[in-house]
């Protein structure tokens, strides 16, 4: 249970205020708490993601209380993305531009 409560990710504000996400990315992690995930509610514009203060770092446990099917992918190493598909399941996005994210 405290890895749920003491491992930390990265969320848009939006994800709190509709209560959904669909977008998931793994960077490598900044800090020993860091998971490196980074998740999106999908609805985001360029202009909301490029400001910091859109975004928050939360305990996994939250994340999990509104969708705990990621727990079948939360280990993966870093660099990988998931984005939800039509039927509500998320799919590896496997020709994720890595190279445009980690430039911004």
Known sequence: MDYYFNTLVTVSNDILERNEFNFLLKDKPNE???SG???F???EEDEFTSHPDNFQVVALGVVLNVDD???AFINESPLCA???NEFGKFDRIHDYDWETYLSE
């Open 32 to 34: 020993p708490n860091d």
């Open 37 to 39: 995930w980074v998740i």
């Open 69 to 71: 099917s990621i727990l």
């Open 82 to 84: 998931y984005e939800r």
């Open 41 to 43: 509610s999908g609805y």
